[in-house]
Each structure stands twice: as C-alpha cells, then as structure tokens.
C-alpha cells in the first residue's frame, strides 16, 4: 500500500499549488492526475496581484514573469464590429487607467499579467516536484473511503489499467469543475451547471495590424445574426502577442455540444476578423458550458476540496485560478501544522469558513459580469428586435446627428465604462477579510469601505485581513511589508516599545512550537521605514502589534504595548491553533 500523508487528486492551479506549498512547508505529499501531462490549452490567463505575491511567496514571481505578457499589454477592452471594421468603444482595463495604475502600484510588490495556465502549471507543478512532492500522472482517481484516522483511496493507472489504493492523512479535491472528489463526499452544491454553452477555438495567426496600436487581451466582436440568440458576440482573446489567439463562440446550451469542423471553426474566425486574407491555422477546438454553482461546505471529515471543485463560474473577472490558488495558500499551512501536531484539527474547519464565502462572491460576480454586457446591447438597440437587419440599422443610428443617435453615444459610453466591474474590479481581488476561529478578534468593529468594495483595493490591519504592502528597506535593500511574512510561519511585527511583544512571540514559539518570526520596524529598527508608509498602514501604535499568519492574513492585533503581552498573545495563537 502506498501512504502519503496527503494525497491531492489533480494537477490544475489548485492541485498544483496545494503541492507545491505543501512541499515547501516539509509536507509528505502525492499528486495524483488523470492525463499524461498538464493543461495543454490556456484557459485561464488573468493572473492577479494576489497570486503573485503567492508566487513570490513561494521563490516563483521571477519565473512567472518570464512567461507572461506584461500589465501594459492588457490595457484596452475593444468592443467592435469585427477586428478590421468598426470600433464601438474601449475600456481601460486590468490596471491600466492610470488611476488604477498608481492603486495597483500601491497594493501590492507584484504585477498582475496575462499568464496562459499551460505555461503556469508547469512552473508550479515543477516547484513541487522538485521540492518533494511525489507525481503520478495518467492517474485517475476512482473512489474513497474514509475512517477516523485516515482516506483510503483508489486511483486507476490509464495505462496498465490497473487499479489499486493510496492511503492518505487528508485527502484533496482538486480535480476541477466536474470533480469526482466533491461528488464522491457530497458537498453541498448550490446553483446551476451548463447555464450558456461556448466554443473555444485555438488559432495561430499574426493579428498585429488590427491589434497592437490597441494592445488587450480581450476584442469583444458583436454581430447581429451571425449566432444563436441573434445578438452574435464573440470574443477574441490574446494568447500570445499578437500571434496566437483564442475565439470563443456561443452554442445553443439547449443542444447538445456542437461536433465543431475545421471549416466551420474557420468560418466564425474569419467573421470576427472581418477580413479573409489573413493566414489562420487552427491548433484546437473545444467545447465547454458557463456555470454558475458553490459548494456552500469545502470540506467532509478528512476530504477537502479546492478550486473548481468548490466554484465553478465563467471566465469573467478572470478569477478562477486565482481563487483556486488562494484556496490552497489558506489551507495549505493549516494543513501542515495539523500534520506536525502543532495544531489541533479544529483548526481546518476554518478553511470552510473562510473560502466559502468568497467562493459564492467570485461565482456571483462572475455571472453578474455577463449580465452587464446587458445595457451595450440595449444602448446599441440590439434587444428591441429580433430582426438582424433592423439591429445593424440600430447600431448605424449612433451616428446619426438626431437626439436618438446622441442618447445612444452616451448610453453606449455609459455602458462600456460600466464593464470596468468586470475587467478592472481590483477590490474583488484585493479585499478578501476572513472571519473565523482562526483570526482572534481585536474588538474593533470591521471597517467599512469607504469607496467602491469591488473596484478600490482599501487595505486594513483589522484582524482578519491582509497585512497591506508598503515599501520598507533593510540592510540598503528594498522590501515589501509582505516579504517580512509569509513562507510557512507567523510573524510577529511591532515597532519602538514593543520588546514586550517579541518577548512574548519568542514564549508563545516555544510553547507551542510553532515558528513566529519577529520583526520591529521604524528608526534603527529590523526594517526602516523610509516613506513613512508603513506608518500610516499599520493602524496600531508604535508599541502594538500584529500577528500575520503564513498566508499573510492578520490573524491578532494589538493597538498598543499591554503588561499582559504574553498571555495575550498566546491566548490569541492557541485560538487560531484550535487549542
Ligand atoms: C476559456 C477559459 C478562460 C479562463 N480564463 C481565466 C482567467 O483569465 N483567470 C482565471 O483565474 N481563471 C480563468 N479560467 C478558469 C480556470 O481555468 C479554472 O478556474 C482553473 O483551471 C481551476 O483550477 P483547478 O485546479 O481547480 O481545476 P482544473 O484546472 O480544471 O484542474 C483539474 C485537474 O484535475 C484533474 N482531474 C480531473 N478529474 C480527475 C480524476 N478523476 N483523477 C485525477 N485527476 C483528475 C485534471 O486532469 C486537472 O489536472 C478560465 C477558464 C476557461 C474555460
């Protein structure tokens, strides 16, 4: 029988995370995935700063950014009539505003990009194999039970065909959006699968002369009659700058999924690039369906599930690997420490607490965004007519000099900026405050949002969040407040008076074994603060402190120095603990 102590079952950004963190942290762990290699389309691309400082986290933010297309190559969402005809407007996009260029700045030491998920998973999957984590690959997992001290799980070798178990501590769902794990241990689900059905067709082609005075990711194309429901939109998604190309089409979810033809594949690339000279060769087409479903509970006894497996939502917003990855950067040091007995079990109940909720939002937000594309096919005159014709007269009457034509310009203005929710909406990536057991409350209410909660980054100390990023300096070199954290153990940050704390950090440390690292910064201390940044984030006194937790989420504060600075900070780092 082979054993691991954790058996994760898929090798997508969340499997992949999972083991390369679990790995990192000195967890024994197995990969087990069902195909012969990684993912070899690239769906997700939208990496965001959160992600990043993930990567960075884990010594991979250099190699991230060698294979990905840098923020400035994602600032323009095109809406037109086809890439070669007639444009009907741009939003600035994924930080490119330079309102959001200076916030995205501010939030974070790492860049968002565009990053394809097949070249993304190798560099994780890499860091974890080679860090530890034993992989098998052409493995599918069949089935599991479970009993009080363990998962037994039997997974199927594709190409002997023989099957055979691996016994595990905790077993992972991490196999995706139609995951066997989360059906097998019936997590609760909630909401719809298969609500719109799309076509992904994969393209090499040079599109430079329509695109890169324009440079994006995403040309939203709309023609009416091309497509099922009239309406006809279809999307043109940059895979690498500006010679490979993903097109996403509409099928009819009613019908079963079209058997799509190189002919036909080429005939819908063509009408959305307006233009049938360009030489296009066709490297893939597949079908997959718009979701909109959450588990409302991650886990059952020993089974924890991740990513796709708990949120299954469409592309908008970019979020799902993402989300996927902070899943296992959550569950993966409070794994570790419950396998090392520093921390009780109770301590994993908080991963269901915490990421649930966010899940529901992410699934929200992603179905929200499709339906704001609503108002631009409304100021365009697309949904008053069934009629193919009398929708292209309506899109030709916003030039017209009548009060028609004008009010629908500003409409269509109105409607287009509107899509900054779905492709500038740096709060819904940022803001993440978790409530549970595992952040002791510091008795202070949660701060409301003073601006827009899902455009506007609004960084906090308040228990629960997570810890803000601001330039430091130590020993002449430049440091993030986020690179003092992290990497698998608490810290401990205070400032001039709060030797009580590091005192406290140190007993704390030894009482429970587990690793706090301390740091002081101000003048003279561990960290200078040159900016006075640091300063203004903190929200606590020179002599107060925080206790970041290894995913770099607030987990106690302390406003100002206490004579019970012991007993505080261990009564705090117990709860956490689950002790
Ligand atoms: C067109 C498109 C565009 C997208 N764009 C973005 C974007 O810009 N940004 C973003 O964040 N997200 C985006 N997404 C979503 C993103 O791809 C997913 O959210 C992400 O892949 C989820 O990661 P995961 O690890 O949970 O699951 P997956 O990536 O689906 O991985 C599941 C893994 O489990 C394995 N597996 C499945 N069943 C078994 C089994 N029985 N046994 C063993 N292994 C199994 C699979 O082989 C795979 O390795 C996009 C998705 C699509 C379709």
């Not at 923020?71 to 939003?91: D, H, I, P, W, Y």
């Not at 066997?180 to 599109?207: F, R, T, Y």
């Not at 409301?448 to 020993?475: C, M, R, S, Y």
Request: glycine residues 10%; hydrophobic residues 40%; aromatic residues 8%.
């Amino acid at each position: 029988m082979i054993e691991t102590d954790v058996l994760i079952v898929g090798s997508g950004p969340a499997g992949s995370s999972m083991a390369a963190l679990l790995s990192t942290y000195g967890v024994n762990n197995t990969l087990v995935t069902k195909y012969r290699w990684l993912s070899d389309t690239p769906r997700a691309h939208i990496t965001n700063q959160r992600t990043m400082e993930v990567m960075r986290d884990l010594g991979l933010e250099q190699q991230c950014m060698l294979y990905a297309t840098g923020q400035k190559l994602m600032g323009n969402n095109v809406f037109c009539t086809s890439l070669a005809g007639e444009e009907l407007g741009r939003v600035a996009t994924w930080g490119n505003h330079p309102h959001s260029f200076a916030r995205h700045r501010l939030a974070s030491p790492c860049e968002m990009n565009d990053l394809p998920q097949n070249l993304l998973e190798p560099i994780v999957f890499g860091a974890a194999c080679g860090r530890g984590t034993r992989a098998r690959l052409s493995t599918e997992y069949v089935s599991h039970v479970q009993d009080e001290t363990g998962v037994t799980a039997t997974v199927r070798d594709r190409m002997s065909g023989e099957s055979y178990p691996i016994r595990a501590k905790y077993l992972i769902g991490a196999d995706g959006g139609n995951s066997q794990v989360a059906a097998d241990v019936g997590l609760p689900m909630q909401g719809k699968m298969g609500v719109a059905g799309s076509i992904n067709i994969i393209i090499e082609a040079d599109l430079s002369k329509y695109v890169a005075h324009r440079p994006s990711v995403l040309y939203w194309v709309l023609q009416p009659g091309s497509n099922v429901g009239g309406i006809g939109m279809g999307v043109v998604r940059m895979v690498r700058p500006w010679k490979e190309w993903l097109i996403i089409w509409g099928y009819d979810i009613n019908q079963p999924a079209p058997e799509v033809s190189e002919e036909f594949a080429k005939s819908v690339v063509y009408a959305l690039i307006g233009e049938q000279t360009v030489p296009v060769k066709v490297k893939s087409v597949s079908t997959w369906t718009v979701n909109h479903m959450h588990a409302q509970e991650y886990s059952r006894g020993r089974v924890f599930c991740m990513g796709d497996a708990c949120h299954r939502h469409p592309p908008s917003n970019g979020l799902g690997s993402n989300t996927s990855i902070q899943d296992a950067y959550n569950l993966a040091w409070k794994m570790a420490l419950v396998l090392k007995g520093k921390a009780t079990p109770k301590l994993l109940q908080s991963y269901n607490a915490e990421r649930a909720p966010i899940g529901k939002q992410v699934v929200d937000r992603a179905n929200k965004s499709i339906s704001e594309f609503g108002p631009i096919f409304e100021a365009l005159g697309l949904l008053s007519t069934t009629d193919p014709k009398l929708m292209k007269a309506n899109m030709e009457s916003r030039k017209e000099a009548t009060p028609l034509g004008a009010e629908r310009r500003q409409k269509l203005r109105e409607a287009i900026a509107y899509k900054v929710y779905e492709f500038d909406a740096h709060g819904v990536e940022m803001n993440h405050r978790y409530r549970s057991d595992a952040v002791a409350p510091d008795g202070t209410p949660e701060p409301a949002f003073a601006i827009d909660a899902e455009l506007f980054h609004q960084p906090t100390t308040w228990p629960g969040a997570h810890l803000p990023h601001v330039w430091l300096e130590k020993d002449h070199k430049q440091l993030s407040s986020l690179d003092i954290a992290g990497k698998g153990r608490f810290t401990l940050i205070t400032s001039i008076g709060g030797e009580g704390w590091i005192e406290a950090a140190k007993r704390a440390s030894a009482d429970t074994g587990v690793e706090i690292a301390t740091v002081t910064i101000g003048p003279g201390c561990d960290a200078e603060d040159p900016f006075g940044e640091w300063a203004k984030a903190r929200e606590i006194a020179d002599d107060g402190c925080l206790l970041v937790r290894p995913d770099t989420y607030i987990g106690f504060r302390a406003h100002s120095g206490s004579p019970t600075a012991s007993a505080d900070l261990a009564a705090a780092l117990n709860s956490i603990l689950g002790k």
